[in-house]
């Protein structure tokens, strides 16, 4: 693979994260907090905890992701997060 064809599937990945990444974040994050919670009721443990965690930080970063594209939030929870303890 020649460096040029490196650096046009970098530019692809690059568009492809700009233009569908809060998306992806956002439901990737949702999806990920139900199996946690589905998880933590069926067999509690603590990688069910980390499920939620992580699916909650996803879910944050698409909306991240979604403010820095559009100028606005998504979402009225994630502009009380962000608005309230990181602002911008």
Do not use: E
């Amino acid at each position: 693979m020649s460096p040029a064809d490196v650096a046009i599937l970098f530019l692809v990945g690059l568009l492809a994260f700009w233009l569908l990444g809060g998306l992806v974040a956002r439901v990737g994050g949702l999806i990920l907090v139900f199996a946690g919670t589905t998880n933590l009721v069926l067999s509690p443990q603590m990688g069910a905890v980390m499920l939620i965690g992580i699916g909650a930080a996803m879910w944050l970063l698409g909306h991240w992701h979604y403010a820095l594209r559009h100028q606005a939030f998504k979402s009225p929870l994630a502009r009380h997060i962000f608005c309230r303890w990181a602002p911008t």
